[in-house]
Nanobody, 125 residues
Framework: QLQASGGGLVQAGGSLRLSCLASGRLFNENVLAWFRQASGEERQFVGSIPWSGGSAYYANSVKGRFTISRDNAKDTVYLQMNDLKPEDTAVYSC????????????????????WGQGTLVTVSS
């Protein structure tokens, strides 16, 4: 089970860190990801990270501003969001899957069977 937290209201240019806590044990081959969904829009991939080894992978829209990291001891994945823009306003959710995906498939939400509740991020201009 996954649970996202840390959302809130922030001004444009500000920062926010989201957390995704995994209540069950995660294994090295697992992958956790962040998605977001703005009101009236489709869910969008933000980025993903393998639970052990490897590096994070990001959507072009957030590359250079957002950073995904993990704390294996705390069973938690983080999404550090810097230089936030009003268009980043959305409900952010964490998702997971058992095994890693090919690069071309990582952004496809259909490949992530584990989902947590989202947390709302609102960026004011």
């Amino acid at each position: 089970q996954l649970q996202a937290s840390g959302g809130g209201l922030v001004q444009a240019g500000g920062s926010l860190r989201l957390s995704c806590l995994a209540s069950g044990r995660l294994f090295n081959e697992n992958v956790l990801a962040w998605f977001r969904q703005a009101s009236g829009e489709e869910r969008q991939f933000v980025g993903s990270i393998p639970w052990s080894g490897g590096s994070a992978y990001y959507a072009n829209s957030v590359k250079g501003r957002f950073t995904i990291s993990r704390d294996n001891a705390k069973d938690t994945v983080y999404l550090q969001m810097n230089d936030l823009k009003p268009e980043d306003t959305a409900v952010y959710s964490c998702a997971g899957r058992q095994r890693r995906l090919a690069l071309s498939a990582r952004a496809n939400q259909e490949f992530y069977p584990w989902w947590g509740q989202g947390t709302l991020v609102t960026v004011s201009s």
